[in-house]
Nanobody, 121 residues
């Protein structure tokens, strides 16, 4: 079993920045970030390969968000810049026991409990 713990969420004004962290209790492979706004489905945000050499980002966050990782610390990051009110959501990290990047929720084996991000206008 792998446990994932997100942190770094909070309240920020539009145009501001936040960095989310996700610490894993064990070895992790491909790591994804997803978000879910109230009353909406959980959506893909970003994914990063085990080496960190490959990433994929949702169109809605390209140019504003980046993802990175530090395998020595079993930690993945989501840097969010130029935040918008529509970015308000619960953000989740997820681990996939595969080297293949995926945007699909069902492809992920472990999930964190989430961290809330609220962007005020």
């Amino acid at each position: 079993q792998v446990q994932l713990v997100e942190s770094g969420g909070g309240l920020v004004q539009a145009g501001g920045s936040l960095r989310l962290s996700c610490v894993a209790s064990g070895r992790i492979w491909t790591m994804g970030w997803f978000r879910q706004a109230p009353g909406k489905e959980r959506d893909f945000v970003a994914v990063i390969s085990w080496s960190g050499g490959a990433t994929d980002l949702a169109d809605s966050v390209k140019g504003r968000f980046t993802t990175s990782r530090d395998n020595a610390k079993n930690t993945v990051y989501l840097q969010m810049n130029n935040l918008k009110p529509e970015d308000t959501a619960e953000y989740y990290c997820a681990a996939r026991q595969s080297t293949i990047l995926s945007r699909l929720l069902n492809d992920y084996d472990y999930w964190g409990r989430g961290t809330q991000v609220t962007v005020s206008s």
